[in-house]
């Protein structure tokens, strides 16, 4: 990668990277959520969607810290 970028341009990446992980995130909670309803039997898939929304949800605090910083607080 070797583009040239602005700061508002980089601020438009940023912004966009984060509406894509808090989708993925609303996206495997509800897939979590119906593993846990349907009773599948299959607890690997239900975990390994637990672990993804976990993951989405630390991306998401770390982008929301660049783009807006001490917003959330010191979290212990």
Do not use: F, H, N
Not at 3 to 27: F, G, K, N, P
Not at 40 to 51: K, L
């Amino acid at each position: 990668m070797t583009d040239v970028v602005d700061s508002d341009e980089l601020m438009r990446r940023i912004q966009r990277a984060r509406a894509c992980a808090a989708q993925e995130e609303r996206a495997w909670r509800a897939r979590g959520d119906e593993l846990g309803r349907a009773g599948t039997g299959d607890p690997g898939a239900a975990r390994d969607a637990e672990v993804r929304q976990v993951a989405y949800g630390v991306v998401l605090r770390v982008l929301d810290e660049i783009l807006t910083p001490g917003k959330r607080g010191a979290q212990g």
